[in-house]
Nanobody, 125 residues
Framework: QLQASGGGSVQIGGSLRLSCAAS????????MGWFRQAPGKERQFVAA????????YYADSVKGRFTISGNKARNTVHLQMDNLKPDDTAIYYC????????????????????WGQGTLVTVSS
């Protein structure tokens, strides 16, 4: 089970920090990621962290503004979002992969078979 938190409303240029904690039966995962979905749009890759080496990956639209970090031992991942823009308004979902899905690309939602409930981020002027 994944539990996301930290969403809210901020003004343009503001910051938010999202967190996601995995709980329940032991997790076997290679990567965790964040996706977002704005009203009327498809779910979009935001960022991912690959536990082997802690490599990180970002969508071009958030590169330089968002930072993903995490603690594999604690099964937690965070998304620090700075310099937020109205286009960042969306429901943000954290996700974790598993041995059966790890063959898919990190940026593909098919990579992840466990999803959090989503947390709303609203950026306004």
């Amino acid at each position: 089970q994944l539990q996301a938190s930290g969403g809210g409303s901020v003004q343009i240029g503001g910051s938010l920090r999202l967190s996601c904690a995995a709980s329940g039966r032991p997790f076997s995962m290679y990567a965790m990621g964040w996706f977002r979905q704005a009203p009327g749009k498809e779910r979009q890759f935001v960022a991912a962290i690959f536990w082997n080496g802690a490599n990180t990956y970002y969508a071009d639209s958030v590169k330089g503004r968002f930072t993903i970090s995490g603690n594999k031992a604690r099964n937690t991942v965070h998304l620090q979002m700075d310099n937020l823009k109205p286009d960042d308004t969306a429901i943000y979902y954290c996700a974790a992969d598993s041995p059966s899905t790890r063959g898919n690309p990190l940026r593909d939602h098919l990579r992840y078979d466990r999803w959090g409930q989503g947390t709303l981020v609203t950026v306004s002027s």
